[in-house]
């Protein structure tokens, strides 16, 4: 018969392994969720925005093409119009091609990155984006919708709201066949 201390050892043990093996079942789980995340079809949905790329999932090497991204915000509620006095609204897209998108947010926010500026609240235009190395590639940046709303009570009080949600897109470059 096994003493108290070895069942508690063996007990012990057990719980390690099982907290080991969930580890690694999340670090996974959450890889597969980006595969998930970029394999459809780049559209995002979520309770404060919605949108899509408007773009080819496939394009040659050093040539230059045009998109958009499909816009839809809980901010729309406030306004739509980018001409309001009271309510000035305006979308802007950040944007970086990179090969991995391993990195979180807040890094993608300290590098350079492309400046595309929204037409309306529903159409954010993307151009000259070109490749120089055929392989897997993404567009990958920040959404900013931001609303400044004069309150009308006094001494120029103004509310800022802003949303921020990071948009992918996965692109395969290949060569021109001749």
């Known amino acids: 018969m096994k003493t108290q201390k070895e069942i508690i050892v063996a007990v012990s043990a057990m719980f390690l392994m099982i907290s080991i093996t969930s580890c690694k079942d999340n670090a996974n789980s959450e890889k597969e969720l980006i595969k998930k995340k970029v394999a459809v079809k780049n559209k995002f949905k979520n309770s ?14 050093n040539k230059e093409y045009n998109g958009k991204i499909n816009y839809k915000s809980v901010l729309d509620s406030i306004t739509t119009s980018f001409e309001d006095d009271k309510k000035s609204r305006y979308i802007t897209f950040y944007m970086n091609k990179t090969k991995d998108l391993n990195y979180r947010i807040e890094d993608l926010k300290k590098m350079k990155l492309d400046t595309f500026g929204a037409l309306n609240n529903r159409l954010i235009p993307i151009y000259g984006i070109k490749f120089s190395e055929v392989g897997v590639h993404y567009l990958d940046g920040i959404i900013n919708d931001h609303i ?3 309150t009308n009570k006094g001494e120029d009080k103004v509310r800022y709201i802003e949303n921020v949600v990071r948009a992918s897109h996965k692109v395969i470059v290949i060569e021109r066949h001749k």
């Open 48 to 61: 404060s925005v919605e949108f899509n790329f408007d773009f080819p999932d496939t394009i040659y090497v």
């Open 148 to 150: 400044s709303i004069d």
